[in-house]
Nanobody, 113 residues
């Protein structure tokens, strides 16, 4: 059975940084297609960044240049480095692995002064 655990969320001031981590336990999880989504209050869940086919990376326009997705296959872990955070980045962030088969429970990121 696969279990996804996210960490690294919290509260930060505008301009600050956070790094989210997402680790899969259990065997058979492919990291060729992984991603991060987010859902702000009252809004639909949106794709923030993903890696497909192992190395093709996509970023939402709203985060490009500020966020970086990366992965460590040996650790079964996906990261989202978030820099220059703004109030509009406040949301619950979700990790997905295996091309959308596995999802984390969500982790809160709050950007406030």
């Amino acid at each position: 059975q696969v279990h996804i655990v996210e960490s690294g969320g919290g509260s930060v001031q505008p301009g600050g940084s956070l790094r989210l981590s997402c680790t899969a336990s259990g065997s058979g999880v492919s990291l060729r297609a992984v991603g991060w989504y987010r859902q702000a209050p009252g809004k639909q869940r949106e794709l923030v960044a993903d890696v497909i086919r192992g190395d093709f990376i996509y970023y939402a326009e709203s985060v490009e240049g500020r966020f970086t997705i990366s992965k460590d296959d040996a650790k079964n872990t996906v990261y989202l480095q978030m820099n220059d955070l703004q109030a509009e980045d406040t949301a619950v962030y979700y990790c997905t692995m295996g091309g959308g088969v596995y999802w984390g429970q969500g982790i809160q990121v709050t950007v406030t002064s």
